[in-house]
């Protein structure tokens, strides 16, 4: 009876170290946020546009800002870092928005590799 005794506080020690994992295994299947992308996805999403930094496939966001601010003045106010295909080649791009000071919406859209604007436009 003694080692009864002792085993059943580990055995609800146990036990409750699985709460924990159970509360969080229901944060795969989210719902939707308003772009479409559950939490799981976007996870995915950083994780893969980390690992292109990291490889040096895209250019850090602080360089990328760095460089537009000196060709399209105003306020960011709105990043993105999309994996699209273009011209049958799989590339990563930013896209900004920006209020300019004349009170304007653009979207500027910009090669990761490089830094380039691919488009400029007006966000409506």
């Known amino acids: 009876m003694t080692q009864i005794s002792i085993m059943h506080p580990f055995i609800l020690i146990g036990l409750l170290s ?30 893969r ?35 699209e295909t273009l011209d049958g080649q799989r590339v990563w791009l930013y896209e900004l928005k920006i209020l300019t000071p004349d009170g304007r919406r653009l979207e500027v859209e910009i090669d990761a590799r490089d830094g380039q604007i691919l488009e400029l436009e007006d966000d409506d």
Not at 50 to 72: C, F, K, N, T, Y
Request: charged share 30%.
């Open 18 to 47: 699985l709460l924990p994992l159970q509360a969080g295994a229901d944060d795969h299947d989210d719902p939707a946020d308003d772009a479409g992308t559950t939490r799981y996805e976007q996870l995915q999403d950083h994780q």
């Open 49 to 83: 546009a980390r690992a292109a930094r990291l490889r040096g496939e895209i250019l850090p966001i602080a360089e990328i800002l760095h460089h537009i601010s000196e060709q399209v003045p105003g306020d960011v106010i709105d990043i993105e870092l999309e994996d």
